[in-house]
């Protein structure tokens, strides 16, 4: 099983539309990240969270919101969805030695 | 304004070659590097890591190279091998400084290792 777990792995939805994409770990790490992926434009941050009570808007965090239901939880919502919010969604966790391990991604569509 | 960047979106190299890609960064600020490979439909990977206070840093057949002053670094793969095609990310933290070990990435290098 993966250590970093990410649903859905593709959605397609409409403008407007509020959306939810969920990360679980297995890894026991309290730190957790939310990147985004934009053709030649790499990783960004959009949050993080270094445990339950502390979360922290990244580079990119307007448009977008978080929940961390427990350590090993970390959803990522989008209110109301629009086009430009189009691209693959990246969780991440680290441990104390910074390496960071990535889920296998969200393709989100808004159309 | 990007901080960490990759001019070279792609290189092609012969199987058994040196396979050599760029990063520069711009914040003097950052303090650890590290190199992730990500195939098509998974997850960035690590791969290897240096810290500002080296210069080198090996692991098998990945090299990579730091120039604090030049504010470059480098990876080098020898031999390289068809199953190293992939995108290569460079990323950047300033991890002494901030706490947090956030990374900056990099646009991506895809590499092709060619039979």
């Known amino acids: 099983d993966a250590d970093v777990t990410q649903t859905p792995r593709n959605r397609i939805t409409k403008t407007g539309k509020r959306i939810m994409l969920e990360c679980s770990q297995t890894?026991?790490?309290?730190?957790m990240y939310w990147y985004r992926q934009d053709p030649g434009l790499g990783l960004r941050l959009i949050y993080y969270?270094?445990?339950?009570?502390?979360?922290n808007k990244g580079e990119i965090s307007d448009g977008y919101s978080v929940s961390r239901q427990a350590q090993a939880k970390f959803s990522l919502s989008l209110e109301s969805a629009i086009p430009n919010q189009t691209a693959l969604y990246f969780c991440a966790t680290s441990d104390p030695g910074q390496r960071q391990h990535f889920g296998d991604g969200t393709r989100l569509s808004i159309l | 304004d990007q901080q960490v960047k990759q001019n070279s979106p792609s290189l092609s190299v012969q199987e058994g070659r040196i396979s050599i890609l760029n990063c520069d960064y711009t914040n003097s600020m950052f303090d650890y590097f590290l190199w992730y490979k990500k195939y098509p439909a998974e997850g960035p990977t690590f791969l290897i890591s240096?810290?500002?206070?080296?210069d080198k840093n090996e692991d098998g057949r990945f090299t990579v190279f730091l120039n604090k002053s030049a504010k470059h670094l480098s990876l080098h793969i020898v031999p390289s091998q068809p199953g190293d095609s992939a995108v290569y990310f460079c990323?950047?933290?300033?991890?002494?400084?901030?706490?947090?070990?956030?990374?900056?990435f990099g646009t991506g290098t895809r590499l092709t290792v060619i039979p």
């Open positions: 890894k026991g790490h309290d730190r």
């Open positions: 969270s270094f445990d339950v009570k502390d979360i």
């Open positions: 240096i810290s500002s206070i080296k």
């Open positions: 990323a950047a933290s300033a991890y002494r400084l901030t706490g947090a070990n956030n990374l900056f």
